[in-house]
């Protein structure tokens, strides 16, 4: 209803990260409304708020309370190695879409699932053995994901309700991260990353600390070895 804001701090060395409210749109005085839980999300009618509570090597739990931080209670338990990240609502808030991998990250290879937000097995929506993240629930129950399931690169992809394959909406250089859906579910704003990671050359001699670059940057080049005995060196790329 807009009253609100859930952010995340640490208080002055304390030893996690917590969840805290404070009003909204003019301000007041933060009050903690979980203490460790993170990722907060409201539901679609605010009478419900969805948490991760982090569990290191003993894996992540998700977690749905009231609003007002009562009931907590768990919807997916804890599993040793399991990872969740990036929980979202369905619009209609019957289900609760989150990346599951088993990096503390969602680096290769990470998931969507799903599990109802009343409780329930969990259900695999998009299944990937690189990534397939950032979940987006769209009205009519299609989902809006970053994945890369082709590329090095994370591009947006389109995944209708039911059995039909997902598809591609991007291509080109860079990587679409962290989708977000207007209220009307028209449209999306994304963050466009574009890195590069190139290979110079500099002299070793004092005072000669002038960079040349040997590539162009856009194919992720890393972990150059030279060649000892020719002009020539051997490296690690992403290209094609």
């Known amino acids: 209803d807009g009253s609100q804001i859930a952010f995340l701090a640490r208080q002055e060395a304390g030893p996690s990260y917590d969840t805290w ?3 909204a749109p003019v301000g007041g005085t933060p ?6 839980f993170q990722a907060c999300q409201w539901s679609p009618d605010g009478a419900r708020i969805l948490c991760i509570r982090p569990g290191s090597t003993k894996g992540d739990a998700l977690v749905v309370a009231n ?7 768990d919807i997916v338990t804890q599993q040793p190695g399991r990872h969740i990240h990036w929980p979202a609502w369905s619009r209609d808030g019957q289900h609760i879409y ?3 991998t088993y990096d503390n990250w969602h680096n290769e290879p990470s998931e969507i699932y799903r599990v ?5 097995a969990i259900e ?32 947006l992809w389109w995944k209708p309700a039911g059995e039909a394959p997902e598809r591609p909406l991007t291509i080109g250089l860079g990587e679409y991260a962290e989708p977000q859906l ?7 704003v994304a963050t466009l990353v574009n890195s590069r990671q190139l290979l110079f050359t500099l002299p070793i001699a ?13 194919g992720g080049e890393l972990d150059p070895s030279l060649d000892p005995q020719a002009d020539r060196l051997v490296f690690s790329s992403a290209r094609a």
Do not use: C, M, W
Request: proline letters at 12%.
């Open 21 to 23: 409210v404070i009003p």
């Open 31 to 36: 009050r903690k409304l979980f203490q460790i």
């Open 67 to 73: 609003s007002d931080g009562s009931g907590a209670h």
């Open 98 to 100: 989150f990346i599951h």
């Open 116 to 120: 109802p937000a009343a409780g329930g």
């Open 124 to 155: 695999p929506v998009v299944r990937s053995v690189r990534r397939a993240i950032y979940p987006v629930p769209l009205p009519g129950g299609d989902l809006l994901f970053a994945g890369n399931p082709e590329t090095v690169d994370l591009g």
């Open 182 to 188: 207007s209220p009307d579910g028209r449209k999306v």
């Open 206 to 218: 004092a005072g000669s600390g002038v960079v040349h670059p040997l590539t162009d940057g856009f």
